[in-house]
């Protein structure tokens, strides 16, 4: 203790710390998880250009999250909406690199059923019914866009919960349903 009054006491404390060795980034590989085979969906050049680090980069688990949720994204435009990448790393402290394993699982690419869309004009409802054909390869991200792109139709209040995706995993396809409809008032008590 240093010094103390009526009500607190008052500490001093010193903390001595070591830095450590600092890591770089060493090869970047990718390995489909189901399998351990070489065969991916999408080429290695493009998954590649999605790792934000290149190698001798200092490590950052930060950009290593960031590119997996660019992984994520890229994925998801092709249909592979059940998409998972787990980062495998591997330490040299004698050339102070960190290997990265990306293991993918890429699970069952989707396919579009069914496309409803509620509480548009039919001009508007036809945009998305027609970027997204039954049978064309799901992405998510055309569905996303059109959903942000007409959010200022909804009526002040309204729920902002207005996309259903519903997948069927055996036949691989997945159902949308985008309802702009006015809900009645859900009253608190």
Known sequence: MVSADST??????TIHVEPGLQYR????RFRNDRDGHD???LP???????????????????????????????YHSYGYRNFVATPVTEVNDATQRISLLMELDEGKQFRVGKVEVFGLPPTKAAM?????????????SVVDEFVEANMAALPEGASRHVLGIQGDEKEGTVDIVVDFRPRPQQREF
């Open 8 to 13: 607190y006491e008052h500490v001093s404390v």
């Open 44 to 74: 290695r050049e493009e998954l590649r250009k999605l790792i934000l680090l290149q190698e001798g980069d200092l490590f950052n688990t930060d950009k290593i999250r960031e590119s997996i949720d660019a992984l994520m994204k890229a």
């Open 25 to 28: 980034l060493g090869d970047v």
């Open 128 to 140: 998305l019914t027609s970027a997204l054909q039954a049978g064309e390869v799901f992405n998510r």
């Open 39 to 41: 065969n991916l969906a």
